[in-house]
């Protein structure tokens, strides 16, 4: 919580995730997979010019005039498959409607969406916390870049369930703590925790750390 309230004081509410609807949120959590945000941005701006930005539109597209409409957003032939098989899913066991989808309980949903094509934990927890308003942390390079740093994680820690953990089982499950909290690790990365560190100026550069771990 003292890294949260440092982070929180240096950048204030970062107010996540960008998007006007939850299915556009869902959409982007598997776009954003392995590229550029501006990337994605770019690919939600074809699908809303298509009025395809919703999954029913998706499973009623053709998956190859799909992936064009995707391409900025970087292996658009896999993220297609993967688009389908969300919309597929969502239609074929909950008419559809994405609220209803993500409304059960969080173990349980988790599960369902871990089972389907091209869902990660990382890309699970991204729509369950931003879609579904469960309390579940988003753990990403960025986050175990500032951890390990920061003497949080062991240097070599990559096993996502258990750094997941680390969020889990020290802080209140509250999603809109949850929700900051990832947003603010991704802005103290980009800013100071690159890949070569930048300490000088870094909320958190009175913690114990090393920026070359």
């Known amino acids: 919580m003292e890294i949260f309230e440092s982070l929180h004081a240096a950048y204030g509410p970062q107010q996540w995730w960008p998007a006007d609807s939850n299915e556009e949120v869902v959409i982007g959590a598997i776009l954003t997979q392995n590229t550029a945000w501006t990337n994605v941005e770019k690919a939600i701006a074809e699908l809303k010019r298509a009025d395809c930005l919703t999954f029913r539109a998706i499973d009623a597209l053709d998956e190859i005039a799909l992936a064009e409409l995707i391409r900025s957003a970087g292996t658009f032939r896999q993220k297609?498959?993967?688009l389908k098989a969300f919309a597929r899913w969502l239609v074929e066991n909950h008419d559809g409607e994405l609220d209803a989808?993500?409304?059960g309980e969080l173990d349980v949903v988790r599960g369902e969406l871990l089972a389907l094509k091209g869902i990660g934990p990382e890309t699970a927890d991204a729509i369950l916390l931003y879609a579904g308003g469960h309390p579940t942390f988003v753990v990403d390079a960025?986050?175990?870049r500032v951890l390990r740093r920061h003497y949080l994680i062991e240097p070599?820690?990559?096993?996502?369930?258990?750094v997941r953990a680390l969020f889990m089982d020290a802080l209140p499950h509250d999603v809109r703590l949850f929700d900051e909290y990832h947003a603010l690790l991704v802005e103290v990365a980009k800013r100071h925790c690159k890949s070569t560190a930048n300490c000088d100026g870094c909320p958190l550069?009175?913690?114990e750390h090393d920026g070359h771990l």
């Open 101 to 103: 989808a993500l409304s």
């Open 205 to 207: 550069a009175h913690f």
């Open 80 to 82: 297609a498959t993967y």
């Open 142 to 144: 960025y986050a175990k």
């Open 156 to 162: 070599k820690q990559t096993r996502y369930e258990k």
